[in-house]
């Protein structure tokens, strides 16, 4: 079997899963975050090398509503606060990719002093959480860098300027919660990606169901167009 390099999951159907499970959104949320430890241990122990979670797209942000958005926040400094030392332990790379104004100044001091350790030498795993995320200003924001160092618009420079410009593209994107569509993730590093679109939502996707995508993924011939 041929693992993947990086798989991107976009973990939707959190609120769903809570409205069904408990009457409750937030607590799909809750069981959403607790869903994601199983699945980075998945990837280290079969050597996928680059792990991409879409947390919370731009448009998340702006539109949600301000209750379920603290809750969120509280969520996410509880959990990369609670799991530092695994990620030590197991030797993650932890980065985050999006933007941080706006946030509460919790959240952007999390997101900053991780990604000012970021490394990715000698590590099991990068992980890369999206967050307050858009790929549309991701993009935008490479053309106007790659302008800044009078580089050429070429797809290398472009790439390389992505917040993911030191990972490869994911040959794998997974969007869990029965929608099909990107949502504004990865659109330039989606160009030749096997998308998997699954019915489950996010607290219920298991590694049994990653392992069936995996497998799925070994039929195919990537041909890159040829
Ligand atoms: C998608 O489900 C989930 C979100 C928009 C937010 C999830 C983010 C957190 C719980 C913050 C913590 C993050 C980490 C990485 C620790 P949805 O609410 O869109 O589900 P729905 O489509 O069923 O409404």
Known sequence: MI?????????????????????NR????????????????????NKIKNLTLYALSKDNFLKRKKKEL????????KYFNKQKTFFEKKKINLFFIGENTGLPNNIKKIMSSINKKSDIKNINLNLCIAFNYSSKLEIIKSF???????????????????????INDPEIIIRTGGMN??????????????????????????VRKLKNILTQFNT???????
């Open 3 to 23: 693992h993947p390099n990086h798989v991107a999951i976009i973990m939707d159907g959190n609120g769903r899963w809570g409205i069904k499970n408990f009457n």
């Open 26 to 45: 937030a607590k799909g949320h809750e069981y959403g975050v607790k869903n994601i430890k199983p699945i980075i241990e998945f990837c280290i122990s």
């Open 70 to 77: 603290k809750n969120i926040f509280y969520l996410f400094e």
């Open 144 to 166: 106007k860098k790659t302008l800044s160092q009078n580089k050429s618009f070429n797809t290398k420079n472009i790439q390389k300027n992505l917040f993911t410009g030191k």
């Open 181 to 206: 569509r990107l949502s504004d993730f990865l659109l330039w590093q989606s160009a030749y990606s096997e998308i998997y679109f699954v019915k489950t939502l996010w607290p219920d996707f298991t």
């Open 220 to 226: 195919i011939k990537r041909n890159f167009g040829a």
